[in-house]
Every structure is written in C-alpha cells, then in structure tokens.
C-alpha cells in the first residue's frame, strides 16, 4: 500500500507516522512544499516574543528523523501542483522547477490553511507580515532583528492577533489593534469581551474598532495603515484577519467542498473520491453539537484526524464523531476559553436557546489569590441540551472549559451536567465549580 501525503506539518506528520507503526510495509511518501515539516505554529507567538529563541526550537521532529528512523520518504521543497484522481497521480514541481508525478494508492491531501491578505493596496509592502507558517514566523523575527522597529499595527483581532500583541508588548513595542467591527470578540457576551477589553487597556495596547481599512502607505521609511475612520503609523503590521483553507487542489480534481470552502469529507475523513482522504485545516468536520458540517481549523482535530487517516488506510476503520471547537488562548494575564455553539449560532442551527453568564471566583471563599472568574452557558429551552459555554479568567478557564466540552460530546442536558462530580479544593475553586454555578443558573431558565 502506497500512502502520498501533500502538506508535512500536524495533520499530514500524524498520518504518516502513524501509518508507519500500523503497518512497516506500507510506502509512505510526504510532499511538503516548505522546508519545515511537524512544528508547533501555535508555540509561535511565544517564541517570537522570546528574541534569544530560534525559530526551530518549534521543531518537534526533523525531516531525517522521519526518513531515517521511521522510513517515511519526505519530498521538501516541493509544491503539489495537480491531483489526478483517475491516474491516481500527483504532479510536483520540486526545488529547479524540476516536474515530478507520484502515484499513489491512497492519497491524504493535507494542505492546511492560509492567511487571509485583503485586496487592497499595500499589502504586499516590505514589513507588512502575516503569520501562519514556520518561514512566517521567521520572518516576522528576522524583520525585527533587522529593522528599527517601535510601533507596531495589528490588522484583525482574533487570538492569533491577541496573542501576537502579547508578544509584540513583551518586546517592549507599541501596539495599536485595528479592526472593522466595533466589537471586540463579537463571539463572546459584551460583558465578557469587555473584561479582554480591559486587560488590553491595562497593558497599553491601543484599539481602533470600527475602523474599516482602505490601503496601507509606505512614508518616509514608515508604514501608515489608512482607514475610513483614522490613520495609525506603524514600523510593522501584522495581517491577521483570519484564515482560508487550501483546497484548491481538491476543487481542480473535482472533489466536493464543504463549508467555507474546506475539503468536504466523511466521519472516516474520506473525500468524494474513496482513494483520496482530507484532514486538518483544509477539511470540513461534523459539529458534535449540530451534526451538521463545520469548519474550525485547529491543532488537536488536526493532529486527530490525521491518526484517523492511518487507521482508515491500514483497515482500522476509526471513525470520528466531530468537533466541539474547543478554542483556549491567553492575552497577558486572562485565559479565553469557549466550546460549543454561542446564542446566535444556536439560533442559527435551528436550536431555542437561552443562556446566562454569571462572575464567581477562581478559588474557594476567601481563599488568598482568588480572582473573578466568569461564565457564559447556553443551552436549548426545547431539549434542556447543553449547547455551549464559554469562560474569562486569570486562572481556572484554560482547562476548566474541558468539562463542558466533554458534556457536550456527551450530549448531555443542563440537568445531567449539573450532577457531574466536579474536583475541588480551596486553591483551586469554590465547592461548587464555577460550570456548576453557571449551570445551576441556567437551568432556572429552563
Ligand atoms: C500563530 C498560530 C497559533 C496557533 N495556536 C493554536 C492554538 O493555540 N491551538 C490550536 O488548537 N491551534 C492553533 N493554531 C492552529 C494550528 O496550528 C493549525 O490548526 C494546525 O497547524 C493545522 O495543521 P494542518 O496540518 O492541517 O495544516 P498546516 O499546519 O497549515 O500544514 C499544512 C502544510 O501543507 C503544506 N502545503 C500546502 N499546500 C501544499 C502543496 N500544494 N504542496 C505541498 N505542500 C503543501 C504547507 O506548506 C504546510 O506545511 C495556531 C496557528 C497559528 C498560525
């Protein structure tokens, strides 16, 4: 059995070793178009705001390792051009524009995503980066080793620009956020926005929502982001506006798409096409809460789904029930945390929900260093389901949101997660977890 993967990082690295331990005599082919394969790009923005790091401490496994210890064959440097499902065959174009066609029996397209760069002039000017890849990231360090830089303009504010503007801040420079929509993380109930809100306040970090960006300008060895509204000066911008997937290979062999245009595939991550396999950013998944196709790229369903492949091509047949999305990051001293659907994507998918947030405390009464805590719950008036939950704090939320997520895996109604038994200890939370509370809340609701 011959496996060809294209895209070398979480989702295609999984499936290939993966592969690997299920069957030794499997032929496993890896193109990857970079030279970088299996790295972590959610530790970036730590290593970036770290200047004695290298970038390749990212590295989790180098490509030798790979071909020598595991006997994966790793093609880097070589971009996948087409798909031909009928030939079963990939056409590569390697480092000297040298063209090269690898067959294959069963092909994992696992392309992954791409940074959304507006349409609009100046984009493209030296010193306006994005960062999505490890060549990104290093690019984005090698510019502030070598440019003089003091201001920096954030276009977009979801959690890789707020991480970023952590990272920019622990540097040392002055950091402006700008973005269309008046509302900071318009996800989340204004009340708990209004806390990150704050805490970005508090760590001098300028925000401009509500203005709508017109063009980026190079002036006298500057850059200056023009919007509708106002103008900010800048010695960099990071474009980070949201993410794409790459899936243009799988459209051009004619293979169906899903929502916003990811590789459509099944609970075996198996396209339209039986032979050909998609996971990871580039692919669609099912939402444990709706049962309807989503698509939230991130690692762990990645990493997963790439496991899953190998399973699936090794006879294994795993199939996988979805995703939660399941979203945690951190912004100076808060952790942001949400699973499951909001109101309004409740509403959406056909749900009556009612929802309430409450603020209660990270540790026991009067426990020393408790801090306020707060949660967000949503679930539906008809079913009495959980549909979601979200959480703010200093400490407590990161990890804590897993226990909704796992409710919501389970299917369970408000009712059945209020009986869970939930750890405590002063140091850690009051007697009731803050869930519970929230749960208890809402249930009066029900
Ligand atoms: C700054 C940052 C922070 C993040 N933080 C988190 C986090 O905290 N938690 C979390 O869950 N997720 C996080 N993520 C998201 C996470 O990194 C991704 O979900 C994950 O990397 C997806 O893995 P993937 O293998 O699907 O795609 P990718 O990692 O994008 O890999 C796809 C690979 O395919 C290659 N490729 C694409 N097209 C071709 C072609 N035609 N030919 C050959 N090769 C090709 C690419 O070069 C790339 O190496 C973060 C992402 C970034 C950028």
Redesign the pocket.
């Known amino acids: 059995m011959k496996l060809v993967i294209?895209?070398?990082?979480?989702?295609?690295?999984s499936a290939a070793s993966r592969t690997k331990r299920l069957d030794p005599a499997a032929e496993v082919v890896v193109?990857?178009?970079?030279r970088?394969?299996s790295y972590?790009?959610?530790?970036?923005?730590y290593n970036i705001a770290d200047p004695a790091r290298l970038m390749d401490d990212l590295i989790v496994r180098p490509v030798e390792e790979f071909q020598q210890k595991m006997g994966i064959q790793v093609m880097t440097g070589?971009?996948?051009?087409s798909i031909d499902p009928l030939e079963r065959m990939v056409s590569?174009v390697g480092p000297e524009g040298k063209e090269i066609d690898v067959p294959y029996d069963n092909l994992l397209i696992?392309?992954?995503?791409?940074p959304i760069i507006p349409d609009l002039p100046g984009f493209d000017l030296p010193g306006v980066l994005a960062?999505?890849?490890l060549s990104q990231?290093r690019a984005i360090k090698d510019y502030l080793n070598t440019h003089a830089v003091k201001q920096v303009a954030i276009i977009g504010m979801g959690?890789?620009g707020l991480?970023?503007c952590e990272a920019f801040s622990n540097l040392g420079l002055a950091v402006t956020m700008i973005k269309p929509n008046p509302d900071l993380l318009p996800w989340m109930p204004r009340e708990m926005a209004a806390t990150v809100a704050q805490e970005l306040k508090d760590n001098y970090i300028r925000i401009d929502a509500g203005n709508t960006i017109q063009a980026i300008e190079s002036t006298k060895g500057r850059l200056k982001v023009r919007g509708d509204r106002d103008a900010h000066q800048a010695d960099m911008v990071l474009v980070a506006v949201g993410?794409r997937p790459?899936s243009e290979?799988a459209a051009n062999a004619g293979l169906a798409l899903g929502p916003a245009g990811a590789v459509a595939v099944d609970h075996g991550l198996r396209t339209s096409d039986q032979s050909i396999f998609a996971?990871?950013?580039?692919a669609d998944a099912f939402h444990v809460v709706t049962g309807e196709k989503t698509w939230i790229?991130?690692?762990?369903?990645?990493n997963r789904a790439?496991w899953a492949v190998a399973d699936q091509v090794c006879g294994n047949g795993t199939m996988l029930p979805g995703i939660a999305g399941t979203?945690?990051?951190k912004v100076f001293d808060l952790e942001v945390a949400r699973t499951g659907l909001n109101k309004k994507e409740a509403r959406r998918a056909g749900f009556e929900p009612v929802e309430v947030t409450i603020t209660t405390r990270s540790r026991a009464h009067a426990h020393p260093g408790s801090t306020s805590i707060q949660v967000h719950m949503v679930a539906d008036q008809k079913s009495g389901r959980l549909l979601g939950a979200q959480m703010v704090g200093k400490e407590g939320a990161a990890h804590r949101i897993n226990a909704a997520a796992v409710a919501l895996h389970g299917q369970m109604t408000v009712a059945q997660f209020l009986q869970c038994d939930l750890s405590y200890a002063p140091p850690f939370g009051p007697v009731w977890d803050p869930l519970l509370t929230a749960a208890n809340q809402l249930i009066k609701k029900l």
């Open positions: 294209i895209g070398g990082d979480a989702a295609g690295m193109i990857e178009q970079t970088d394969v972590s790009a959610c530790g970036m923005p070589h971009r996948v051009q590569a696992a392309t992954g995503a791409r960062l999505k890849s990231g959690y890789i991480e970023m993410v790459n290979l996971a990871g950013d580039c790229p991130l690692a762990l369903r990645a790439g979203t945690v990051f």
